[in-house]
């Protein structure tokens, strides 16, 4: 799926992109810069999540629908599909959907022409083969079948949760199959489990962070005045595919900095330039989320002074993250730091929130935004990103994923230095 930096920083025809980036690379690996070809490839690290992590998610889901009250959840394909069972599964026009009970093992609903795929994804799930695959033909009406698989397991009536990235064309059809069923929301289910990481996702996560802030320094090393901001990014996507994963970067330079998802126009970096990278990779599912912002050559004394306002509020974010404290109290944390320096007030010039969940989707649940009441607990995962962003002259922001401990939080990464040397020494 194209998300929305994506869709601004593609040139030309839309493709998925990181098969864009992906073609990019394989076009211009022989010409990358030298600091990006010396970069080695880590795909060896990657431990891919078992099968018997994958069981206990699945009886933490059932645990949770106990607590809420559901007596089953479906899920379409997606990030959560693939958290539960590690299938991965394009959704079309045509229904497909896991349906994980309460009590006993999941169902599937697929296209009769589908099956047996289907069940060669299933081998690897919580109930592998074991699973019942219910089939339609392209003439018979799917949604029957999943009131019959619910009907199969003793459930007749009850209350059925939908996970949030179901299609609403496939949710309005299951809705008038089981009518006698109450459609909710399975979030309290799917984010209550993949919210606090397991210390084989978070190694994950700490291999994704690692291999975009190797990518990032090797492109900061590269950069010279002269050089476009789509160059930066085919470099950065080399980068990646030369460290064995997918991933991408925006480039944005000078006044588009202060843009937070940047321009598609063409830029073009100068001597005194400032520059924000942004985005990550992919690592067995688990994603990256890294921003930087430097200039190339002398910063002025306006640039360094909003650099440091935003890593110390960045810092203040840190901080603040612990165990107990709600989501909304780090964002505040972070944004009374750029108020109390006079850019303020609200989200006059920090227009956004300051973090956001990270797993198997670079966006998840939950979010660090003001108002928002939830606990952190340990082993949850987070964006850390302020900025501040004059319209007209340049923007800054820093980002790093933070992993909240026991007591306290940590950084995957370190700390940018400075906007003329955003790298520590390696």
Known sequence: MINRRQFVCAPGLLLPALATHSLIADAQSSSLPPALMKLPN???????ISLTERERRYERAQQKMQGSGLDAIVLAGGSSLVYFTGIH????????VCVLPRNGAPFYVAPAFEEE??????????????SRVYTWQENENPYALVAKGLNDIGLRSGKLGVEERVPFVFADGIRTAVSAFTLESATPVTAGCRAVKSAAELALMQLANDVTLSVYRAAWESITAGVTNRQVTSWIAGGYERSGFPGEASCQVDA???LPH???????IREGSVVLLDDGCIVQGYQS??????????ATDRMKQVFDVVHRAQSAALAAARPGVPCGAVDTAARKVITDAGFGPGYAHFTHRVGHGIGLDMHEWPYLVQGNPLPLHANMTFSDEPGIYLRGEFGVRLEDDMHVTDDGARLFTPQSSSIEMPFAPA
């Open 89 to 96: 599964w394009w959704n079309s026009e045509r229904l497909f």
């Open 256 to 258: 588009y900095s202060a």
């Open 289 to 298: 989320d890294i921003s930087r912002t430097f200039v190339v050559g002398k």
């Open 42 to 48: 880590r795909r060896s690290e990657a431990q891919p």
């Open 117 to 130: 795929r289907a069940r060669d994804l299933m081998q690897n799930a919580p109930g592998g083969k074991f």
């Open 262 to 268: 940047g321009s598609p126009d063409p830029q073009t």
